[in-house]
């Protein structure tokens, strides 16, 4: 598709262009922290399971600070995209069509 094409579907409907925009990013960040979140615990039963179940507590402590870094912008990233997502779909509805 041409991006003549596209300039022209997006005036046409711009709040649908929009929402359509809103959905991908609300996807694209939901998957993000489901991701992230699914990789801590893997991470946490790896450790658990590499020694004794009393250090369960102390397993996120155990952690590597880059992982932990890595993983907080993941999450950081995540809530962000839903954010967008979230301001692009209020402002959708401002528009006409």
């Given at each position: 598709m041409s991006l003549q094409a596209l300039w022209n579907?997006?005036?046409?409907?711009p709040a649908r262009v929009l929402n359509d925009l809103a959905l991908?990013?609300?996807l694209a960040g939901a998957w993000l922290l489901l991701a992230t979140r699914r990789r801590e615990r893997q991470a946490l039963?790896?450790?658990v399971a590499g020694g004794d179940g009393a250090s369960a507590p102390l397993a996120?402590?155990?952690?590597e600070p880059s992982t932990a870094k890595?993983?907080?912008?993941?999450?950081?990233?995540?809530?962000?995209?839903?954010?967008?997502?979230v301001a692009l779909s209020q402002y959708s509805t401002q528009l006409p069509g």
């Open positions: 579907l997006f005036q046409a409907h991908f990013f609300a039963q790896r450790l996120e402590a155990e952690a890595i993983n907080r912008f993941f999450y950081l990233f995540g809530f962000a995209c839903l954010a967008l997502a």
